[in-house]
C-alpha cells in the first residue's frame, strides 16, 4: 500500500456489504458507487413487445397467471389470453413510443403495441390494478398458472384438459384479469 494512501471502505447503499471505490455490486458505476440489480432497485419483472416499442418493469408482486377464454381475449390474442396482475402504481413504461390504448368495451382497454401488434395489458375501469400478458414478460417470471375464467366462452377447437380450477364467467372484480 502506498504510504498515506487509504482505501475508503463504506457500505453499500445497495447490498449493506463494506464496500471500497469500484465496488460493482452489479455493474460499475460512476464514482466507484455500485449499480444496483434490478432485485435491488426492487424490480420484481421486466418485460417488452415483440419489436421492443413498449418495455416496461414491474415494481412490487404479480399476481398468478390467469387464463382468460373470453372471446375478446381469444380475438386479440389469436388464443386464449395468460394474464397477471399488479398494481397501477408498481407498472413502469421504459418506453412507451408505439403503445396504443383501444377502448375494447364500456368497463375496459387494451393496450398493444402499433408496431408488432404485441397484446401487452388490459385495463379494467375503476380498477387500481393493471393486467399485465404473461407472455411479454422476461424469463425467469417465477409464476405459476392457477385458473381458467370465462370457459363457457372457450373455443371450440381446443380443450382445456389440466387440473386447474375452471370458472364459466369472471372472478371477483378484484382478482379479475
Not at 59 to 86: E, S
Not at 97 to 115: K, P, Q, V
Not at 165 to 177: F, I, N, T, V
Request: aromatic share 6%; net charge positive.
Amino acid at each position: 500500500m502506498v504510504a498515506g494512501f487509504r482505501a475508503r471502505v463504506r457500505r453499500c447503499r445497495w447490498s449493506g456489504e463494506l464496500t471500497r471505490p469500484g465496488h460493482a455490486d452489479g455493474a460499475p458505476g460512476a464514482g466507484g458507487r455500485c449499480v444496483p440489480t434490478q432485485a435491488e432497485q426492487g424490480v420484481r419483472a421486466t418485460g417488452a413487445c415483440l419489436c421492443g416499442g413498449v418495455r416496461f418493469e414491474v415494481r412490487g408482486a404479480l399476481r398468478a397467471v390467469v387464463n382468460c377464454h373470453c372471446g375478446q381475449c381469444r380475438r386479440t390474442h389469436g388464443h386464449f389470453a395468460a394474464y397477471t396482475k399488479c398494481r397501477r402504481a408498481a407498472l413502469r413504461l421504459l418506453s412507451r413510443r408505439t403503445l396504443r390504448w383501444y377502448r375494447s368495451s364500456a368497463s375496459a382497454r387494451r393496450g398493444f403495441c402499433s408496431r408488432c401488434g404485441a397484446s401487452l395489458f388490459w385495463d379494467a375501469v375503476g380498477d387500481e390494478g393493471i393486467a399485465v400478458a404473461a407472455g411479454c414478460l422476461d424469463a425467469p417470471t417465477g409464476l405459476d398458472t392457477v385458473r381458467h375464467i370465462h370457459v363457457a366462452s372457450a373455443g371450440d377447437y381446443y380443450t382445456i384438459s389440466d387440473d386447474l380450477e375452471q370458472l364459466a364467467g369472471s372472478m371477483a372484480k378484484a382478482d379479475r384479469p
